[in-house]
T-cell receptor
């Protein structure tokens, strides 16, 4: 089945220790997104890629970076995690086309714990 | 900018009872509306979407929603809920390859 895969599902890191979260997709969608979701809150968009074009949200901290080496993979790098970065991180994809529906397909998420 | 307001933060409901989750949106352009469900420690799963056409939209798991342009609403309904419907529900509006989410409604189904 075509899908969005996130690894690992659970990640524990130490305060200030860089961490990378991974997302891959078999849907061949042009657009990939990274969201941060804290407990009992809506997902908050950090950035997205339209093909190779990177689009950062204005309020995304510099501590968060992303890479998309090819269509299938996208990575979220947190350079120096703080306690406030503990959250669920969701990857999503979206096809482009004339419908313009903007429907997004989500992965299962990675739960990040910062000690 | 488009935005979404979910009018109920928590909805407790008994099993086999009906449920309605309310969503209002603000938009100055063509509207694409979505309802997503999130089970604990999972990603978001699409329940249904409105892009155009019939204002009554049927989705998965027995859910449906009605698009009302004059009231700028997109309320979600299910005539008879199950314990397994306990989850967080998000209404969202599409805008230029992004989704604007509401704050979410927690549905708790009790036996």
């Amino acid at each position: 089945d075509a899908m969005v895969i996130q690894n690992p599902r659970y990640q524990v890191t130490q305060f200030g220790k860089p961490v990378t979260l991974s997302c891959s997709q078999t849907l061949n969608h042009n657009v990939m997104y990274w969201y941060q979701q804290k407990s009992s809150q809506a997902p908050k968009l950090l950035f997205h890629y339209y093909d190779k074009d990177f689009n950062n949200e204005a309020d995304t901290p510099d501590n968060f970076q992303s890479r998309r080496p090819n269509t299938s993979f996208c990575f979220l790098d947190i350079r120096s995690p703080g306690l406030g970065d503990a959250a669920m991180y969701l990857c999503a994809t979206s096809p482009t086309g004339t419908s313009g529906s903007y429907e997004q397909f989500f992965g299962p998420g990675t739960r990040l714990t910062v000690l | 900018a488009q935005s979404v307001t979910q009018l109920d933060s928590q909805v407790p409901v008994f099993e086999e009872a009906p449920v309605e989750l309310r969503c209002n949106y603000s938009s100055s352009v063509s509207v694409y509306l979505f309802w997503y469900v999130q089970y604990p420690n999972q990603g978001l799963q699409l329940l249904l979407k409105y892009l155009s056409g019939s204002t009554l939209v049927k989705g998965i798991n027995g859910f449906e929603a009605e698009f009302n342009k004059s009231q700028t609403s997109f309320h979600l309904r299910k005539p008879s809920v199950h314990i397994s419907d306990t989850a967080e529900y998000f209404c969202a509006v599409g805008d230029d390859y992004k989704l604007s989410f509401g704050a979410g409604t927690t549905v708790t189904v009790r036996a």
